[in-house]
T-cell receptor
């Protein structure tokens, strides 16, 4: 059974600071997705990582994938309040994104 | 604009009642999905469909049923057999290849009266 673990589960950080969210998964896969969710809202797609060593960046967020270590990271650079949300990673074993297994999420709170 | 429309936004279920959540997409996506989200938790897959008139159970299908009679529609029925239905339900769709993200609708909050 595929298990996806994120840590930390909750992260409070000051504006301007850097931090990394980790996503570990238990079985081989080279397809991983990151999503953002604001309270009471739907999920917004952030990144699609499809191969070992993949790195994607958008604004203050950068995601990477190490399939050998079964690890993805979401790095936050110089955090701003607008980044406050819950971040989920999801792993696909099927090759068609038909069965995503989600992590439990990391709730990020950026304080002034 | 293309997107995924879920309705209603809020739904209340009485004891012993079946309720149906609507999901429509105009993205011409082949695959559609239903996920359940409980407070403070990740999403769990209920059912998915990769083609019209075909669907498969996900990880927590018991107490739920679906149909896929049209490419753009994938309604979810929460039956009376689902004893703990209170949750946030998210419908999603994708072209069916891993290159593209699964896109999500705005969700339906189901509560028990």
């Amino acid at each position: 059974e595929l298990k996806v673990e994120q840590n930390p589960l909750f992260l409070s950080m000051q504006e301007g600071k850097n931090y990394t969210i980790y996503c570990n998964y238990s079985t081989t896969s080279d397809r991983l997705y990151w999503y953002r969710q604001d309270p009471g809202k739907s999920l917004e797609s952030l990144f699609v990582l499809l191969s070992n060593g993949a790195v994607k960046q958008e604004g203050r967020l950068m995601a990477s994938l190490d399939t050998k270590a079964r690890l993805s990271t979401l790095h936050i650079t110089a955090a701003v309040h607008d980044l406050s949300a819950t971040y989920f990673c999801a792993v696909d074993k099927t090759g068609t994104a038909s069965k995503l297994t989600f992590g439990t999420g990391t709730r990020l709170q950026v304080t002034l | 604009d293309g997107g995924i429309t879920q309705s209603p936004k809020y739904l209340f279920r009485k004891e012993g009642q079946n309720v149906t959540l609507s999901c429509e997409q105009n993205l011409n996506h082949d695959a559609m999905y239903w996920y359940r989200q409980d407070p403070g938790q990740g999403l769990r897959l209920i059912y998915y469909s990769q083609i019209v008139n075909d669907f498969q159970k996900g990880d927590i299908a018991e107490g739920y049923s679906v149909s896929r009679e049209k490419k753009e529609s994938f309604p979810l029925t929460v039956t009376s057999a689902q004893k703990n239905p209170t949750a946030f339900y998210l419908c999603a769709s994708s072209p069916g290849t891993a290159r593209y993200s699964v896109l999500f609708g705005s969700g339906t909050q189901l509560s028990v009266l």
